[in-house]
């Protein structure tokens, strides 16, 4: 009942921005967390960003920390991927999950995959050498 409709994927030269989006639509749905991850061939989906609905604040995996900003619009039940120096390796499927609301947490608890309720179909950035 609940979709997350990702949009903003691409093809870009490395050192190139991105701007990935995530609406949610279906139901109505208090929201915990809204995170990014991302599945590049071969390897595992690995954790990029989260963002606590209620306050805003952020965390970011290392390799994107310094690059990559998540930031949310209440009113239009979006998330957004600010993705700037992008690098060869940063090439993968990126998802955009949510939490629904259950109680508080601290903000690395929204690193693992498995705690998302709602996954996205994801959309896919190549950034180029």
């Known amino acids: 009942q609940v979709q997350l409709v990702e949009s903003g994927g691409g093809l870009v030269q490395a050192g190139g921005s991105l701007r990935l989006s995530c609406a949610a639509s279906?139901?109505?749905?208090?929201?915990?967390?809204m995170g990014w991850f991302r599945q590049a061939p071969g390897l595992e989906r690995e954790f990029v960003a989260a963002?606590?609905?209620?306050?805003?604040?952020?965390y970011y995996a290392d390799s994107v920390k310094g690059r990559f900003t998540i930031s949310r619009d209440n009113a239009k039940n979006t998330v957004y991927l600010q993705m700037n120096s992008l690098k060869p390796e940063d090439t993968a499927v990126y998802y955009c999950?949510?939490?629904?609301?259950?109680?508080?947490?601290?903000?690395?608890?929204?690193?693992?995959?498995?705690?998302?309720?709602?996954w996205g179909q994801g959309t896919q950035v190549t950034v180029s050498s």
């Open positions: 279906g139901r109505s749905f208090s929201k915990d967390a």
């Open positions: 999950a949510a939490v629904e609301r259950r109680r508080t947490y601290a903000l690395s608890y929204y690193t693992t995959g498995s705690v998302y309720d709602y």
């Open positions: 963002i606590r609905w209620s306050t805003g604040s952020t």
